[in-house]
């Protein structure tokens, strides 16, 4: 494999990219020389050099043409100035990864061209602690192990699985979007608790870990998550008191109309490009 092809370029230096950097150098995946970085901005470039020792570029293009994998991890809408500045510099011994929320691939595909392998990834936000969920869609086109390139890049960062491109609205809308949810959830847990008697510290404290030790239980346990839910409901009990008043209120119902929301948005936004 020649040098090119070993070394990872990061199109943006913001706080996904930062979590990648940190995740692969954690995981030991990339060597902080095989990493290199461009971003308009002096200062989010200087971060990364002191953090992490990657190596920092003048330009875009010297990104692609220096290596053989490209993250775009760009705002939506930065990415067609972005592909513009890079369009010509990458072909079919590239693998172009983009993490831009709602861009589809197509419109990537217009600037780069149709022999560039392509995949599209949404991560969220717990990315930034290595405990995130990206769902990576490969282009048409796209090898096996140009996939495996990006699975092995995110999994540096939590947990990944495989769509079609057309299931990512649903994907924004479930885990993109998720963290929002659970932290609004957790929000209305803390005042709750403050609401009968809790100091709002003690409540938070109490909220948090929860929070965590229910997902590690979930995520441990070999029973569904219906029977989990099962062995902490004693019929009477304080559980089935507070679990039959979201049943009464219709939680399941609002929590499905709400990602249906999101997904609706989401293909909106899409249908820009």
Do not use: W
Not at 9 to 26: D, E, S, W
Not at 130 to 155: D, M, N, V, Y
């Amino acid at each position: 494999m020649s040098e090119r092809q070993d070394r990872l370029g990061f199109i943006g230096a913001g706080n996904m990219a930062t979590a990648l950097v940190k995740g692969l150098l954690q995981s030991e995946t990339y060597r902080e020389d095989q990493m290199l970085v461009s971003d308009p901005r002096p200062e989010a470039l200087e971060a990364m050099r002191d953090l992490f020792g990657v190596v920092s570029l003048e330009s875009n293009r010297e990104v692609v043409k220096a290596c053989g994998t490209v993250l775009l991890c760009v705002k939506p809408q930065q990415m067609g100035e972005v592909l513009e500045g890079i369009s010509g510099a990458a072909g079919a011994e590239h693998l172009v990864i983009s993490i831009a929320a709602g861009i589809p691939l197509k419109m990537i595909r217009r600037y780069l061209g149709e022999d560039v392998p392509l995949v599209r990834v949404m991560p969220n936000t717990p990315a930034l602690v290595q405990a995130g969920a990206s769902a990576l869609a490969p282009g048409p086109g796209t090898a096996r192990h140009h996939l495996e390139t990006a699975e092995k890049i995110f999994a540096a960062v939590g947990e990944t699985v495989v769509v079609e491109e057309d299931k990512m609205d649903a994907v924004t809308a479930l885990s993109g979007s998720g963290p929002g949810y659970v932290f609004r959830f957790m929000e209305c847990m803390v005042a709750a608790g403050a609401a009968v008697g809790l100091e709002q510290e003690t409540a938070r404290r109490l909220v948090l870990q929860t929070f965590l030790g229910a997902a590690h239980l979930a995520k441990e346990s070999p029973d569904s998550l219906s029977r989990l839910r099962e062995n902490v409901t004693s019929p009477g009990g304080t559980t089935a008191a507070g679990l039959s008043v979201f049943e009464e209120m219709g939680l399941e119902k609002m929590i499905r109309e709400a990602v249906a929301a999101a997904c609706r948005r989401g293909e909106e936004l899409g249908r820009r490009y």
